[in-house]
Structures are given as C-alpha cells and as structure tokens.
C-alpha cells in the first residue's frame, strides 16, 4: 500500500510554525534553521498540492486549508510526541541522591553496591557529602542514612538497617599463646582504645556481659572507626565497635572478635526519607534492596 502521509519532521515543523505563527519561532522551538523549518513546510505544500499559510506582512498565516490540516493532524502529532517521550524517560535511568554516615558507608555500603547496580542498573546512584548537623530536609537529596534512636523528627519515615551489636575487637593473634583474651575480665588488662563521639562504649559494654571494673582509662581515642580499627591491626590495643562496621576485616581476618558477647545499643543506622514528598519507585526499590540486605 502506497504511504500519502508526510514525514515527522515536516508536520512538526507545520504544527510549530502554525501554532507560533511564525517560521523564526518555530525554529527556535525545534532547535533549527529558519531555514529548516521553510523547507520543511515547503516540501509539505508540495506533497499536498495545497498552499497551508499565505503571508501577512511578516507573519505567516494559516489559509483555510492550513487551519483544517491542523485540526485534523496536531492531535495525532502531539500523541506521537508524548508516547515517544514517555518511551524515552523509561529508558533513561531513575537517579537517586542519598547521604550516607561516612563509617557504614566505607564499611559496610560501598562493599554491597555492586550487588545493587547488577540487580537495578536502572537506577543510578549518587551521594551528597555529609553533614553532622544536617535536618534532613534537603530537597536535592533523596534518603539519608544516619545514627538514630527512635526519636525522629515529625515527617520522616525510617527503617532501622544495622549497627546495634557492639561487640570487643582485637588482633587475631591475642587470641592465642598463654596470655590469650578468653573472657572479659581478660580485656581490662589490655589497653582500651576509645571512640570519640561514643566515649561510653566500654562501659556500655562490660555492663552488658555482667563485668565489674573500675575506673575505665583510654589509651588512645579516635573520631573515626577506621582509625580506631587500624589502631586495633596495629597493635595499640582492643577496641568496642559495631560489629557491622568490621566486617570487611574481620572476613579478611585483619580483625577478631574478642569475646563473642555482642551487646545491643539504643542507636543504630537508619534508613530515613521525607513523607511529605511524592513516592518514588526508585526510593522503594532501594529501601527493598538495603532490607534484603540485612535481613542476610
């Protein structure tokens, strides 16, 4: 069957021009010539048999035969438009913008990540810096993964991810020879390395396994858990830290647990969002995702 209808390009260039009144703006609505769009309309008149505008001064005018094409194939024309558009947005990848505490995201995040992009390459990740102080609000980012209590602010949906099991860390070799740590009582004897921001650690910990001591004195405090378990490798002493936060290292055996009593805190990371924002298919597959992920 022969094809009377015209191409894409030259009823876009007619509906433009018809609708703008105008061949220039027409151009600078499709990002072309002026010249393109008078070839365009050209080559149209010339498919047709059938003058679509007359000139008026320097504007161009619909003749009647120009006004009933349109009625008859903008509809058409901006159907196309729209479902090719649509067809496109699903294609481009959905982006999501999160901020991340900076010890579960070097720990225990990034390592996982791979396993998301292979399962959702769909979706593209990217990560605001992170900010103490934040409120949460920013609304150029997503999600935020923060250290929380069950105290929220109003307006955030959360769902706790990891981070409440506080366990005591050591090198792998204190764990042999005569002098080896078997119980907690054996860590009072070694130097206790702090953290900073959670000098309470220690404490919180011997209170939980049931042993007595008396004053508790840092050796060595540091801000990061990174430093703290690098001191650890090193040899500078045992720590207390969130277990989810040595697992690369302990894996690789870096790391050991000293005594296997893990303690729980009332703290832990979470996953939080805005509900006063429209939902977000992206959003729902990642807080899927990260759910899976520690449910393992």
């Known amino acids: 069957m022969r094809i009377h209808s015209p191409s894409l390009p030259e009823l876009h260039a007619f509906a433009a021009a018809a609708r703008l009144g105008s061949f220039s703006r027409a151009a600078e609505e499709l990002s072309v010539t ?6 365009a309309v050209a080559r149209l008149e010339d498919h047709l048999g059938l003058a679509l505008f007359a000139r008026e001064g320097r504007r161009s005018v619909l003749t009647q035969a120009g006004a009933d094409y349109l009625d008859a194939v903008a509809p058409s024309v901006a159907t196309i438009e729209s479902a090719t558009l649509a067809l496109h947005q699903r294609r481009k990848p959905q982006r999501l913008r999160l901020s991340v505490a900076p010890s579960l995201f070097s720990h225990w995040l990034i390592p996982r990540l791979p396993d998301f992009q292979a399962r959702h390459p769909g979706i593209a990740l990217s990560f605001a810096p992170y900010r103490r102080d934040d409120p949460l609000t920013a609304p150029d980012i997503d999600a935020w993964v923060r250290v929380g209590r069950s105290d929220w602010p109003a307006g955030l949906a959360t769902d706790y991810l990891v981070g ?7 090198r792998p070799a204190d764990l042999q020879g005569p002098q080896a740590i078997r119980a907690p009582d054996d860590l009072l004897a070694r130097p206790l390395l702090f953290h900073t921001n959670y000098p309470d650690n ?3 910990w011997f209170a939980g396994v049931g042993c007595n001591h008396g004053p508790l004195v840092p050796a060595a ?3 990061l858990v990174s430093l703290l378990v690098q001191a650890v490798i090193a040899g500078l002493g045992v720590a207390v830290v969130q277990r989810a936060l040595v697992e690369p290292e302990l894996a690789a055996g870096r790391v050991a647990i000293a005594v296997d009593r893990p303690v729980l805190l009332d703290r832990g990371y979470h996953l939080c969002r805005t509900t006063t924002r429209a939902s977000q298919p992206a959003l729902e597959v990642l807080r899927g995702w990260l759910l899976e992920q520690v449910s393992r």
């Open 34 to 39: 002026q010249g393109a769009i008078s070839r």
């Open 221 to 223: 405090d540091f801000e």
């Open 164 to 170: 409440r099991e506080l366990v005591p860390i050591c």
């Open 202 to 204: 220690w404490a919180h």
